[in-house]
């Protein structure tokens, strides 16, 4: 029986963020139909024969949805597919938007891990990013969730923000310490087109911290983080010995996905597809077809063994050499031999027997040995 | 069709770029009939696309035409076109050697410019009779009494006969042909005597092999006769003889005062220079026609392919291209820093500009040139005298008694408001004036003593610049001086990069020293290291600039639905890689090398 990671889309937000670049919308007056449309594509899963090892329910803002929507959105899960008793079930969670009842209730539904999204300890950096909540709400908002069960909790933080001091990053890290999350994700500010803050940066708005601030963060976060005895597990991510998120997992070891509802990506038997990003067409195409595929990428051995590569690489334990082979019958130094070669002079990539992975310099410029892979 | 010498009339047109030779020329060939209309393309002449877009005729080429004059009589002109530009000055003097007369166009709007002015002093000294006619005078700005008494004042010209014309709207074109019958005279030459065949241009086909364009001054030319180029002794059987109508079309024979083709299973062009002189191989004629001289490059360059793997590529392309134009001179090279290339020889900067694009429009190559150099004759303290044309070849500084370099008389021809400007120029250049002539109170001619090396560097595009492309420029090359230049060399993070080096004046070392390692820097995009870019000369480094170091190329985010999207963004940089040239341990953008070509 095959077994697959399966996301849920809910493209909706009280308020986008001014970094935000994902498919989401301030379009609420939607979520109604889109719900219909979404759970219609979910029945289509019927009968399809896999079974759902993680689950994760991702925006936008998911907690967006009332309690009367949450419970059937999760009944149409159940009945259209089977997911595991041992399945992770995750939820991206805003403050502002969490309130007691709807933790109970999710927890009901069998959610077993909470993805809150913080950014940074300072309310005048949340200001600055375009955040609905303040540090309290958050604040608030994890205790409750511990008060009522989850012991399964990330929080996302984002560093290089402009206006953000080193000095600023390191009390957000100290706070979130104190709280002992499970998951830890920290990422870089990247300035996407299409942003508030790529308009600011343009207008010459956009104050941002030097590279050399930029990257004492990161390495702050790192000794940090690993000191308190957090896994340093992937560029971005950090986690309390065996809380690694299993979904995200999925995707950087290559494996089977299914995305749900608009502008979702799925990535199935080397063949990756998506739905339509649109919400109206997305509903028009659900509607009409029980179907919203925008567009599909068959990939050839070539570049699955890149995306392999390139992905996997992105652990800090680094590829399995012998899982390469037994996935595309190739040794990969056979394949690879001369880019890993120059990359190791480079001092960007170590090799053991078994494993094959980024340098601490190769965590910086990650994205020259990436390049190396691809065909 | 036979008729009579009397009635042949040889003829070319001398005028600056845009001017409206073309155009003329396309009139009068309209006009004869000699195409019909249907088939009229504009500017027939101009046959390659790279002429046709930039509006200049490269090679000389010729048409004949049979006209009806106004005596009822048919008359034969031969239009035999030259060459409009500076490099191409020897080709002129040859074509116009070729010709009785020359039609002396000037634009009514921008009086005569100094190619022109060259070119027309060529026809004089070549004893042609000008017939000047004043072109484009429908346009409003036209000023035709200016462009008469320009031409009367400057070349010293009887310009009240000149033909007003506008031959973009047919106007004046019969004028035109009644003046060539009228006031040129008809070619000499003896049938009887040993055949002498002045050779003013050359073309490549393919299944015909090298075609010489001829102008037979004695005797006569006829099929499966052998035939003997004096300058070589190189004898060939003639496979085919002919006309220009335009296309060319086979004759019987060619005699003495007609224009037209010689085919003779020639295999290069070198065996058909222009200027040299075709004879009977088996009743010779004892002397030559004057004037031969072998093209001599002036400009040199490294080419090199900007993937390594188009190198056979670039050889196949140059050797083709040399079928076709025996003054281009070719042989390989190696750079550390560029891989294989070639050395490459022009007549002048605008011979190498045809050559590159050709190259790349015609063979689809993708190059990288190194700065044009001169040839510099070097003592050497043993006593040795070479000649270097080559930064990689320049001695040590140590090891040179004293260096020569070339010499140009250079005339430039302005609106007196620019004087000031242009006359800063050609100090900044180097140049010592030698005359200023008034040709009016609104022009001027200047003309300077320079060095050739400094008007291939960017006197062209500074002047064009600072005269908002007024002046025009002519050069000839005078000879020698002692000069005191020095190889400047470019580092790469300690590094001599051989493809970046050149060879400059001790006074301008520091500066274009500072401003090309300024350049670098913004070109060199940031590595995992500091990159210093230092510019030297003889190891004494005289300016230095940094590429930070990049701290860090990583993609933060990257879960299901990005995949996709991050790999084009790999994807983009990995492109981006490759077309970067590996230097040590630093990747240079062909930017790079552009960087030293040219000065903002």
């Not at chain 2, 239009?79 to 000055?89: C, E, N, R, S």
């Not at chain 2, 070339?406 to 100090?427: K, N």
């Amino acid at each position: 029986m095959k077994t697959i990671g399966l996301y849920i889309h809910i493209p909706f937000c009280l308020k986008k963020c001014n970094y935000c670049d994902f498919n989401s919308f301030e379009a609420v007056e939607f979520i109604y139909d889109y719900l219909l449309a979404l759970k219609k594509e979910i029945s289509s899963l019927k009968g399809c024969g896999y079974t759902v090892k993680t689950l994760y329910i991702g925006g936008g803002t998911p907690t967006i949805l009332n309690c009367d929507q949450l419970v059937s959105l999760f009944k149409t899960l159940y009945e259209s597919i089977d997911i595991a008793h041992y399945a992770e079930i995750t939820i991206e969670a805003n403050p502002g938007t969490l309130t007691r009842d709807k933790l109970i209730l999710l927890k009901a539904m069998g959610v077993n891990r909470l993805s809150i999204g913080l950014q940074a300890y300072q309310n005048r950096l949340l200001k600055i990013m375009g955040r609905i909540h303040t540090v309290e709400d958050f604040e608030k908002n994890f205790d409750t969730a511990r008060s009522v069960g989850y012991d399964n909790i990330n929080v996302d933080l984002i560093f290089g923000l402009p206006y953000q001091k080193v000095e600023d990053f390191k009390h957000t890290i100290r706070r979130i310490l104190s709280l002992s999350p499970e998951h830890i994700s920290c990422y870089a500010l990247s300035v996407e087109e299409g942003t508030e803050f790529y308009r600011w940066q343009e207008k010459g708005e956009l104050p941002l911290p030097s590279e050399e601030d930029e990257r004492a963060m990161y390495y702050e976060a790192i000794d940090a983080f690993t000191r308190q005895g957090y896994n340093h597990y992937e560029i971005s991510n950090f986690a309390v010995y065996g809380r690694e998120s299993k979904h995200n997992m999925v995707y950087w070891t290559y494996k089977d996905y299914l995305g749900i509802g608009a502008g979702a990506h799925s990535f199935l038997n080397n063949e990756r597809f998506y739905n339509h990003s649109s919400i109206p067409v997305y509903i028009k195409s659900i509607t009409k077809s029980a179907n919203a595929v925008a567009h599909i990428e068959p990939i050839s051995a070539e570049e699955q063994q890149a995306e392999y590569c390139f992905l996997g690489l992105r652990l800090l334990e680094g590829l399995d050499k012998k899982h390469f082979y037994q996935r595309f019958g190739r040794e990969i130094t056979q394949v690879y031999g001369k880019a890993i070669v120059k990359l190791k002079e480079q001092g960007l990539l170590e090799e053991n027997r078994q494993k094959l992975r980024l340098t601490a310099q190769g965590l910086d410029f990650a994205n020259a040995v990436f390049a190396e892979f691809l065909p | 069709m036979s008729i009579p010498r009397e009635r042949i009339r040889n003829f070319c047109i001398i005028a600056h770029i845009d001017h409206g030779k073309s155009t003329l020329a396309d009139r009068l060939i309209e006009y004869t009939g000699t195409i019909s209309e249907r088939k009229m393309e504009d500017q027939i002449l101009d046959k390659m696309d790279l002429e046709k877009e930039r509006g200049i005729t490269i090679k000389a080429k010729a048409v004949r035409m049979v006209y009806k004059a106004e005596d009822g009589k048919e008359y034969l002109l031969n239009l035999i076109d030259t060459p409009g530009h500076v490099d191409f000055a020897y080709e002129v003097s040859r074509s116009l050697a070729a010709c009785e007369g020359a039609l002396l166009v000037v634009d009514a709007s921008q009086g005569i410019e100094a190619q022109t002015l060259a070119n027309t002093y060529l026809a004089l000294e070549s004893n042609l009779e000008i017939i000047p006619i004043i072109n484009k005078i429908d346009l409003p700005s036209a000023e035709p009494d200016e462009a008469k008494r320009e031409i009367q004042e400057i070349i010293g010209l009887d310009a009240e006969e000149a033909i007003m014309t506008s031959a973009k709207m047919g106007q004046g074109i019969k004028d035109v042909l009644e003046a060539i019958v009228q006031r040129i005279t008809p070619p000499e030459g003896l049938h009887e005597s040993p055949l002498r065949a002045l050779v003013f241009d050359s073309l490549y086909d393919p299944y015909k092999g090298a075609i010489a364009f001829v102008r037979i001054l004695d005797g006569k030319i006829r099929s499966k006769q052998m035939i003997k180029m004096m300058s070589t002794g190189k004898m060939f059987e003639v496979t085919e003889i002919g006309v220009f109508n335009p296309d060319m079309q086979p004759v019987d024979h060619l005699q003495a005062g007609e224009v037209g083709y010689v085919a003779a299973s020639i295999k290069n062009v070198i065996d058909t220079r222009v200027g040299d002189t075709i004879t009977d191989a088996e009743k010779p004629a004892k002397e030559p026609l004057p004037g031969y001289k072998k093209a001599v490059p002036m400009v040199f360059c490294g080419m090199y392919p900007a993937e390594g793997e188009e190198y056979e590529n670039l050889k196949e392309a140059l050797g083709k291209l040399q079928l076709s134009d025996a003054s281009l001179f070719f042989e390989a090279e190696t750079s550390a820093a560029l891989g294989f290339g070639f050395r490459c020889g022009f007549l002048g900067l605008l011979h190498m500009d045809v050559v590159q694009e050709r190259l790349e429009r015609e063979y689809n190559l993708n190059l990288i040139t190194t700065a044009p150099s001169v040839i510099y004759k070097i003592k050497k303290t043993d006593g040795q005298k070479i000649e270097v044309d080559n930064p990689t070849n320049f001695p040590d500084p140590a090891e040179i008694e004293y260096i020569e370099e070339p010499y140009v008389e250079a005339s430039i021809m302005l609106p007196t408001e620019y004087v000031g400007t242009v006359m800063d120029l050609c100090q900044e250049k180097r140049g010592t004036m030698k005359d200023m002539e008034y040709i009016n109170e609104k022009r001027v001619i200047l003309r300077y003593d320079m060095p050739l090396s400094e008007i291939i560097y960017d006197l062209f595009d500074q002047l064009k610049s600072r005269t908002r492309g007024y002046a025009s420029l002519d050069y000839e090359l005078t000879g020698y001086k002692k000069s005191e230049m020095q190889k400047l060399d470019i580092l790469l993070n300690g590094e001599v990069v051989d493809a970046l080096s050149f060879i400059v004046h001790k006074d301008k070392a520091y500066n274009r020293g500072r401003q090309i390692t300024e350049k670098l820097k913004d070109v060199i995009p940031r590595h995992m290291f500091e990159v210093p870019i230092q510019a030297a000369i003889g190891g004494k480094i005289i300016a230095r600039e940094t590429v930070k170091a990049l701290r860090k190329n990583v993609i933060a985010k990257c879960y299901g639905g990005d995949i996709t999207r991050k790999k084009k963004l790999l994807e983009k940089q990995k492109e981006g890689k490759k077309r970067m040239r590996q230097i040590g341990n630093v990747e240079l953008p062909q930017e790079a090398f552009m960087a030293v070509l040219k000065m903002e």
